[in-house]
Each structure stands twice: as C-alpha cells, then as structure tokens.
C-alpha cells in the first residue's frame, strides 16, 4: 500500500471519510500551493528544486483521495468514475504542460508558478463540498426518479 493511502486510510478509521479523505485533499492541495509559492521566490536553483519538489510531493499525498473517493462515492461504477476523473486529469495535464511556458513567456515563470498556487487554491476550495459519505445514485435508481418526475 502507497504511504499516502496509509495515511488516508488511517485517518478515515479514526475521524471519519470526511478527514480522511477530503481533509487530506485539501491539505495537501494547500501545501502544493505553499510550496510553490515559495519556490517560486527563492534564489538558489537547488533550493528551488527541493522547495518545488515539496510540491510534488505534497500534490502526490492529496492524489490518493481522488481514487479513494471515487471508490467511496461511485460503489459498483467506480471504474466508470475513476476513469472520467482519471481523463479529466488528462486533459488538465495536456492544458498545463502547453498553458505554464505560454504563461512564463509572457508574464514570467514567477507569475506562471502563482497560477498553479492559485489553482491548487481552487482544487483546495473544491473539496470543501466534498462529501465522500454521499453515494451517487445507480444509473436505475436515477432514471427511475426521472421518470416519476
């Protein structure tokens, strides 16, 4: 089992779905964007590499609640979830990795590493309205209230 999911895993048992697993999210989203704030102001190359691989990691630790929520929240659609989650992922991936040198080429790196604080800000803000207690209705269930409506 990864470390991050132990920890997850952990503090589920002991305070609940909503800490354990959104908590650790919005930590770990908000520790992201810590890191690269401060690693876009610091001077030195190596430590900028450290600070922003702090980053990284700190990103890692909040990725484990994304697939134990879809686990949580989508029962027996779970590998559909995942698996609209995981292609959104994807495409945020493809838009960043094209988006961050377009931004740095025209404003700076520095203005480039706030976006992605301000957007792990947002990420952060996001799992405050998750309620990985919530189980998303089955398809049948849903077209059934549909059609009584």
């Not at 990864?2 to 959104?22: E, F, H, N, Q, V």
């Not at 690693?39 to 134990?68: D, K, P």
């Not at 025209?106 to 990420?123: D, E, H, I």
């Amino acid at each position: 089992m990864p470390p991050t999911r132990a920890i997850s895993d952990k503090l589920t048992r002991l305070y609940g779905k909503r800490i354990g697993r959104a908590g650790i999210a919005v930590f770990g989203l908000l520790l992201t964007a810590v890191f690269l704030t401060f690693g876009s102001q610091v001077q030195s190359a190596r430590l900028a590499s450290v600070v922003l691989a702090g980053g990284a990691g700190a990103l890692y630790l909040s990725q484990s609640s994304f697939w134990s929520v879809t686990a949580d929240i989508a029962s027996g659609s779970s590998g559909s979830v995942s698996g609209f989650m995981n292609m959104g992922n994807q495409f945020g991936g493809a838009l960043t990795a094209s988006l961050t040198p377009a931004i740095a080429a025209r404003f700076g790196w520095t203005t480039s590493f706030f976006v992605a604080a301000g957007l792990s800000l947002l990420g952060a803000a996001a799992w405050l309205f998750v309620h990985p207690e919530r189980v998303l209705a089955p398809a049948a269930k849903l077209s059934q209230s549909l059609d009584k409506a």
